[in-house]
């Protein structure tokens, strides 16, 4: 545009009227065409004018647009870390709910294998307390306090006794 400008600006008449403008156009000619390259130069001028105008405007609409994107792009993250925060959450919530269900498994089978073996102890410690006795009694030496040590003797004088 800089030089189309310089082209119709070198037509302009410089010099009085009926001398030669530079150029080469004789000065009563360099009026005419003086005021038929005004509207010319003046339609250059706004159109420069308003090329900068719709630059300045598209470099705005550029700007706000990458904002707006920007700005979207944000809520997307935002909502993005918002979600796998959920599930992590909700993943962590049903690890402690396998944990917890696991261990309270755990839990009712050592309450079970404890009751089996304490009823098995119940259920010997007869029979061990007269192994212990008559193992006693025979240390002892005494083949009358070995009868009395064990359950049928214990009972019999037990009764005796009464």
């Known amino acids: 545009m800089a030089?189309?400008?310089?082209?119709?600006?070198r037509f302009r008449p410089v010099g009085p009227p009926g001398r030669a403008a530079p150029g080469g156009v004789?000065?009563?000619?360099?009026?005419e065409l003086s005021a038929e390259l005004e509207?010319?130069?003046t339609l250059l001028e706004r159109a420069?004018?308003?090329?900068?105008?719709?630059?300045e405007e598209a470099a705005r609409t550029a700007d706000e647009t990458r904002r707006a994107a920007e700005r979207q792009a944000e809520e997307i993250v935002a909502r993005a870390r918002a979600r796998a925060h959920d599930?992590?959450?909700?993943?962590?919530?049903?690890?402690?709910?396998?944990?917890?269900?696991?261990?309270?498994?755990?839990?009712?089978s050592s309450e079970r294998t404890t009751a089996i073996l304490r009823r098995r102890a119940d259920a010997r410690l007869p029979e061990l307390l007269d192994r212990?006795?008559?193992?006693?009694?025979?240390?002892?030496?005494?083949?009358?306090?070995?009868?009395?040590l064990t359950r049928e003797g214990h009972g019999a004088a037990g009764e005796g006794g009464a």
């Open 87 to 108: 599930v992590r959450a909700g993943s962590a919530d049903r690890v402690r709910r396998a944990a917890e269900s696991e261990a309270a498994e755990l839990l009712a």
């Open 132 to 148: 212990v006795a008559a193992l006693v009694a025979e240390d002892l030496g005494d083949p009358g306090a070995a009868a009395l």
């Open 39 to 41: 509207p010319p130069l």
């Open 3 to 9: 030089g189309f400008r310089d082209f119709l600006l």
């Open 48 to 55: 420069e004018a308003e090329a900068r105008t719709v630059r």
């Open 26 to 31: 004789p000065a009563d000619r360099s009026a």
